[in-house]
């Protein structure tokens, strides 16, 4: 097999690139060109391309100001994603604080106005705040709540600005408020306030592009779909689709139409919806993933697309080829098929990629998507194309929890968190048995965040269903990961168990890793960030030395970033640690292993 599969990771990726509201032939993107991802600037008029920020563990968060003069990152400290805001020229110089008199917080949005007005989303452990900045005076608190929120948009007038809140207690499920602000004064005043009632969220996308109506996203009928709220009016406009799954959309420049994106069964499309004659245009996308689009000023639609077999390129709805990675693309790898089984709590719905050499049944990994508000899609994946060329069928199970198949479905865990979407996992696990697909005998449940929270509780709750177990930056134990973790996910947690583990401590202990580690039978080979604010280093610990007093197998490979790595080789690292230990486990490879506890 050689080093294929590490040309998939090597391989120049590129976003789709963002552009300056008032200066749209300026434009912003991430790249992993540099062998970490960093923000870049890109003049379409000149054709210049300039790395714009370059950090030891990289940098993925960036925006351009309207007027296309600054750049706008955040700077955190090794992946933590505590930090504040910097900026630099959109032509290259020094960088600066952004808003000097700001102290650090983990980011939860940001907002700027073509004045130099800057409102900026904060979330620490007292909760979620908005603090207003403008040139020239201290940057002031416009909005603050104990409970968790985030800041969404400004209007082009400056005069709104509008938030996501869960004032009334539930994260997951949020309301959606627009304030009128004074930048002389910092006064401000609610002028509308809209929430749908428990288990029913709404997001907002944004404002028009010249006047008060919001964009957001609803649930009232069961999945997502766009509503348009005009803030001084009060006047809601649903948007009615026949289209099956859950539809997203964003503002088309001129305001006049939306960009609408349909999610369905792993898959998307795009349309232009017309709001004055409600005709809906198909911008026929290939069979695949759309994992970003926007609309430019011309009218045509820009959007990065892939699909398992091919890799993403960043293209237009005129057929053209916006921009391009350095270097040669990475490989292709194979097309996904679909398998829908029936579940205990309806029709789930997997994704198989097999390898093209050998026959079934083959050595299986259940690839275990993190979230769990998230979904797996037929796109291109470098870590299941790794799999498939090592001999493995990987299956991907959108169990209940994920998103794509309706509210009811993404919110089927509550009660029992972890165990509901195991069950859909084992579900299929046990169908590929059946099926001759997989060999029984070569079975691994591998995961990274919320995936690898589901990994090491399965290992426990389903000890023979597995050959081996493995579990990037996962939640082991629960009780502890609440205690340690960033104010956002505990508000997150409150809202799945109905409340904290002081107040259900029962459903906490249920949902634990922790609590099964005697059951594990398989060996467990645990990745853990050092820096690691969403499952922090601690409660992993706890759980590796429980493992250690049981005798349980297991290997350990710690790496210095946070939730994750921005680094390509540090990526490939993680993937050669995982196949080492995949083969060793299943009686593929007999080598000894080619790492140590680090």
């Known amino acids: ?68 003069e600054w750049v706008w990152w955040f700077d955190d400290t090794d992946g933590d994603e505590f930090g504040v805001w910097r900026r630099q020229p959109f032509m290259g110089g020094l960088d600066d604080l952004a808003v000097p008199g700001l102290e650090p917080s983990y980011a939860a949005g940001l907002a700027l106005g073509a004045s130099g007005v800057a409102l900026v989303g904060r979330s620490t452990d007292d909760g979620f705040d908005v603090r207003l900045s403008v040139p020239g005076a201290e940057p002031r ?12 948009d400004l209007s082009a007038d400056e005069s709104l600005f509008a938030i996501a809140h869960s004032e009334h207690g539930d994260s997951r499920h949020m309301a959606v408020r627009v304030l009128r602000m004074d930048t002389d004064s910092g006064a401000v005043e609610t002028v509308a306030d809209l929430w749908d009632g428990p ?14 109506r919001l964009l957001l996203l609803h649930e009232r009928h069961g999945r997502l779909e766009p509503l348009i709220l005009d803030a001084i009016t009060g006047a809601e406009h649903e948007i009615h689709l026949d289209l099956p799954g859950d539809l997203l959309a964003d503002w088309y420049p001129d305001g006049a139409s939306l960009l609408i994106e349909q999610d369905y069964h792993a898959r998307s ?3 232009r919806y017309d709001l004055a004659s409600g005709e809906l245009i198909s911008l026929e996308v290939a069979r695949g993933l759309v994992s970003a689009a926007g609309a430019r000023p011309d009218g045509t639609v820009e959007y990065v697309w892939s699909s398992s077999a091919e890799p993403p390129v960043v293209r237009d709805t005129t057929g053209t080829v916006v921009l391009s990675a350095p270097g040669t693309p990475a490989p292709a790898s194979v097309p996904v098929t679909d398998a829908m089984v029936p579940g205990p709590g309806g029709e789930i719905h997997a994704l198989i990629s097999t390898p093209e050499a050998g026959t079934a049944p083959h050595p299986t990994v259940f690839i275990v998507h993190g979230g769990p508000q998230a979904q797996d899609f037929d796109t291109f994946a470098p870590d299941v194309a790794a799999w498939v060329d090592h001999g493995f069928a990987a ?18 865990l509550e009660g029992r968190v972890g165990l509901t979407e195991l ?23 591998e995961g990274g965040s919320w995936g690898g929270y589901l990994a090491l509780l399965g290992a426990g709750v389903y000890p023979d269903s597995w050959g081996a177990v493995i579990a990037a930056v ?15 996910l505990r508000a997150f947690d409150r809202s799945l168990f109905g409340g904290s583990p002081d107040e259900v401590p029962e459903l906490y202990r249920r949902s634990s890793p922790l609590t099964y580690a005697d059951d594990v039978a398989a060996p467990v080979l645990i990745l853990a960030g050092e820096n690691d604010p969403r499952c922090p280093i601690r409660q992993i610990d706890n759980y590796i030395e429980r493992l250690a007093e049981l005798g349980k197998p297991h290997e350990v490979y710690r790496f210095d970033a946070g939730h994750g790595s921005l680094v390509v080789e540090e990526h ?22 080619s790492f140590s506890e680090v």
């Open 1 to 68: 097999m050689g080093e294929h599969w590490q040309d998939r990771f090597r391989a120049a990726k590129i976003s789709l690139p963002s552009w300056a509201r008032n200066a749209p032939q300026r434009c912003l993107f991430r790249s992993n060109a540099s062998g970490t991802w960093e923000i870049y600037t890109w003049d379409r008029e000149s054709g210049e391309q300039r790395q714009a920020t370059k950090r030891r563990q990289g940098t993925m968060v960036g925006v351009l100001d309207p007027t296309g």
């Open 572 to 593: 490939i690292r993680h993937m050669s640690v995982e196949l080492d230990f995949a083969l060793r486990s299943t009686g593929l490879n007999a080598a000894e292993s």
């Open 141 to 152: 608190t416009v909005y603050s709540h104990r409970q968790e929120g985030w800041l969404a």
């Open 395 to 412: 299956v991907r199970v959108n169990y209940r929890g994920s998103t794509g198949y309706g509210s009811a479905w993404r919110d089927a």
């Open 423 to 445: 069950e859909d996992v084992k579900t299929v696990r046990d169908w590929a048995v059946q099926s001759g697909l997989t060999d029984p005998e070569r079975i691994v449940i």
């Open 474 to 488: 996962p939640i082991a134990d629960y009780i502890t990961a609440y205690a340690d973790e960033m104010e956002a």
């Open 269 to 271: 499309q795009l349309f």
């Open 199 to 212: 288990h029913k969220d709404l997001s907002p996308v944004g404002f028009a592009p010249d006047d008060s």
